[in-house]
């Protein structure tokens, strides 16, 4: 029986209403893209496992491309992080769901962010009133798809790995990951990523009760 659902938050409860957005519009300026997954975990390596200024992040990343900076470079490209702060919206079906849904589970945030971006969330949304706790990459010092979290999620919510289910939209960071720990998961495809991934997916909040009647 399922008791507790863990939320990946950017992509699947929240997103970013600029477009591009404006992780891709950072990628782009440096020469790389976004969607590229390898430049993906180098960029939230350095951006999202810490809680040190967006700034010093920014050139601890450039640094490790072997991109020559100056103080202005770097303040351009960290100004396309903290300028996107106040364009970041729950998705139309979020609030609603989360409202529903926490009467009857317990929920758990699981986020790769950074402080900047996740400060900026609570002022304007009750997280702490949806979710029982969050674990968050910049507090842990770790990011996903590491298995640690999903551990850690399991010890810390004193459930077994069949009690819980994770709905997230990567599905390397959210579904693969967290079945290595014995936790099903849920994919949610809403701009239809993965067509080929059939099972266990929605695509969009609105059926994942549906779907929890199946589990």
Not at 128 to 144: D, G, H, P, R, T
Request: glycine share 4%; with cysteine.
């Amino acid at each position: 029986m399922i008791k507790a659902l863990i939320f990946d938050c950017w992509g699947t409860i929240f997103t970013n209403s600029q477009h591009p957005h404006p992780f891709a519009v950072f990628a782009e300026n440096i020469g790389y893209e976004i969607n590229d997954r390898s430049f993906l975990k180098i960029f939230e390596h350095h951006i999202m496992t810490n809680d040190n200024p967006v700034y010093d992040n920014v050139a601890s990343l450039l640094n490790e491309l072997k991109i020559d900076t100056t103080p202005d470079s770097v303040n351009k490209l960290t100004n396309i992080i903290i300028g996107s702060l106040p364009t970041q919206i729950a998705y139309n079906d979020t609030i609603q769901i989360l409202n529903r849904l926490n009467k009857n589970y317990r929920l758990i945030l699981l986020s790769n962010t950074f402080k900047e971006g996740f400060d900026s969330l609570l002022d304007k949304y009750p997280i702490n009133s949806w979710f029982e706790f969050v674990l968050l990459s910049y507090q842990e010092n770790m990011i996903k798809p590491n298995k640690k979290l999903y551990e850690k999620i399991l010890i810390k919510s004193g459930l077994v790995a069949d009690e819980i289910l994770m709905i997230g939209d990567n599905y390397h960071d959210d579904v693969t990951a967290s079945n290595k720990v014995g936790i099903k998961a849920v994919l949610i495809d809403r701009r239809n990523r993965y067509p080929d991934i059939v099972d266990n997916k929605i695509h969009s909040l609105n059926e994942l009760e549906s779907c929890l009647k199946l589990m």
